[in-house]
């Protein structure tokens, strides 16, 4: 019997020793989850990721004098071929904050590669902003991307905020009438339907695939462009310098200066250029000169 009542008190006294220990557990997570919130992001509300969406609306909460706020997975921006961004706002909207200093940056993330912007001083009432003078690719300037899948991200931070209230921004990826992108040092497999520039010779030339192109979903029309020239002697060639100009404004939307190397005999490059519906003036202004009219029709 004592042996029988000794393991039965053994028994009783371990199980009250494990539900201290669960209740002690317990009690700890619940302190920590209360006292210390793990930090949170804006995501989506909609499962619905939008691709490559020609504006990306967002809405800030302005709470205290500073603070950081991220949109994560706001977006999927599809780049079959080489393409240029350039993120801008293209409209804002402040309710109740009178004074704010926002910069942002933006994060592109595929499978293979990742793209950072930084987005300096992109809404400023009554408050400081210094940043740096260099130009920002895909801020300042248009930014090649590599073809992938990108999941975009966007974080805005805020100081010198007086009074709470709430900031809409609008963003374009695309932010320019028109862009250039360098698409290398490489020859096109046929260009025998390819139309050649007036004034091209046997020594030099300035062709495009077509001289009218439809608008496409994204806004833009495309031509691929191939420029040759070729040198046995003289001084070496660095670069090529294009500009492609609105021909209804005389506004020069794009500019490119292509670093090139000879090879062999010859230096050559090939462009993608995109434009809004338009008219405009392809035109290589070094070491040739030579134009040719595009034209960028509505869809």
């Not at 992001?41 to 205290?64: A, D, K, R, Y």
């Not at 350039?86 to 994060?107: A, P, Q, T, Y």
């Not at 025998?192 to 046997?202: F, L």
Request: charged share 25%; with cysteine.
């Amino acid at each position: 019997m004592i042996g029988v009542s000794s393991r039965f008190i053994s028994k009783k006294f371990s199980l009250s020793i494990l539900i201290v220990i669960i209740a002690g557990l317990l009690s700890t997570y619940l302190y920590f989850i209360i006292s210390y919130p793990m930090p949170t992001s804006t995501s989506p509300n909609s499962t619905i990721v939008p691709v490559n969406p020609s504006l990306v609306s967002l809405q800030l909460e302005i709470q205290g004098s500073e603070g950081v706020r991220e949109f994560r997975d706001i977006a999927i921006i599809e780049v079959d071929e080489v393409d240029s961004l350039l993120f801008r706002i293209v409209d804002s909207r402040v309710e109740k904050v009178e004074s704010l200093s926002l910069s942002g940056k933006i994060r592109l993330e595929s499978s293979k590669k990742t793209y950072e912007i930084s987005m300096p001083c992109i809404l400023v009432i009554d408050a400081s902003c210094p940043r740096i003078t260099m130009i920002i690719p895909g801020y300042d300037a248009p930014l090649t991307i590599e073809p992938g899948r990108y999941i975009l991200t966007i974080e805005l931070g805020w100081r010198e905020a007086r009074d709470s209230g709430k900031v809409s921004l609008v963003f374009s990826p695309r932010a320019y009438d028109a862009s250039m992108i360098n698409l290398g040092s490489r020859e096109p497999e046929d260009i025998s339907n390819w139309v050649t520039a007036e004034g091209s010779t046997r020594s030099y030339a300035l062709l495009v695939d077509r001289v009218e192109a439809i608008a496409d979903a994204s806004g833009f029309g495309e031509f691929k462009v191939y420029v040759w020239v070729f040198q046995s002697t003289g001084d070496d060639i660095k670069i090529f310098r294009l500009e492609l100009t609105s021909i209804e404004s005389g506004v020069i939307k794009a500019v490119l200066d292509v670093p090139v190397e000879k090879k062999e005999i010859y230096y050559q490059v090939m462009l993608l250029v995109k434009a809004k519906p338009g008219s405009y003036e392809l035109r290589i202004k070094h070491p040739i000169q030579l134009s040719i009219d595009l034209r960028v029709r509505e869809s």
